[in-house]
């Protein structure tokens, strides 16, 4: 039986989080062994916002070395950058065709970011080139947080439109979204995700964070009025957001921790969730510091070359369909 075909993408933004981990990343690893699996640095949808080419540069690499030392097998699945792969942005401009404004004017990541970063065409039609990421290469699922639920519909929409249009010839792909960890919340206001572009560094853990960075962050984290450590994201977001923190990173489950740290107050609580998020993170930093940059850039190069040859293969049915 043929495997199925899983893809997701992480943009080189810096500042990668144990949101982007725990929500995404992870299941990227797991995912390996069972599925063809291709992964992507998603540097073009990067430049949606304003950047600095020098550093924008450095991060590109960096995410790739992140990545890898997180445990994407450059061995076992096929993982290079977007840009390098011009079959991405032809595909996207395919699907922009058949993509109603209406629907896109409806995303709520467009709403939030164009207040922040200013609107750019880029920004707007970002959804559209997710979707091509994900349809140039047939993918069956996407692994991803529960902030991309909404990129991921639009995918399916034109997947089907698609299909009924020109011909089938899309899957539509499912989302695989973690029961827990699916949105990791800012550790200064536990209503809001924990993201990469926050301007407040408190707000989140770098997967790469040192240990004291990593004690002092939770330290300062935001809990909630009284003391019981209890999973309650109504009345205690703050410490439910930890406490799913602290399952993910021991592989312990909510109730044990409860019943362990229920009376043992948040000060006590949060030096325990420290140390096991700086033990989960622990071998994710060796990794990192063992990789060599050159190294790391050659196997980047070895990616494109491959998923260059596979998009073509799979866009050349698209031009054939739509009668190019
Ligand atoms: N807080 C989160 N909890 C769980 N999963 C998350 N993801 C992001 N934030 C959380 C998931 O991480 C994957 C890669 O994300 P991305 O690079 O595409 O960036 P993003 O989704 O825009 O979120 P970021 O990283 O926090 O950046 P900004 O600041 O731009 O919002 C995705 O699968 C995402 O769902």
Redesign the pocket.
Known sequence: MTKKTVF????P?GNV?I??Y???LRNWVALQDTYDCIYCV?DLHAITVPLDPAEFHRDRLEAAKVLMAVGVDPEQSLFYFQSQVPQHTELAWMLGTITGTGQLNRMTQWKDKADVAGANLGLYSYPVLMAADILLFRADAVP?????KQHLELTRDLALRFNSRFGEEFPIPDPIIPEH?????SLQDPTS??????PDEGSRILILDDPDTIRKRLKRAVTDSGRDVRHDWEEKPGVSNLIEMMALFTGGDIASIEDEYGDAGYGTFKDAVAEAVIEGLAPIRRAYRDLDDAEVARLMQRGTLDARTRAEGHQQRVRELMGF
């Open positions: 997701s993408g992480l943009q933004t989080h949101g982007n725990l929500g995404a998603v991803v947080g529960e902030d991309q960890g699916a949105r990791i919340m995700k924990m993201s990469k572009s926050d």
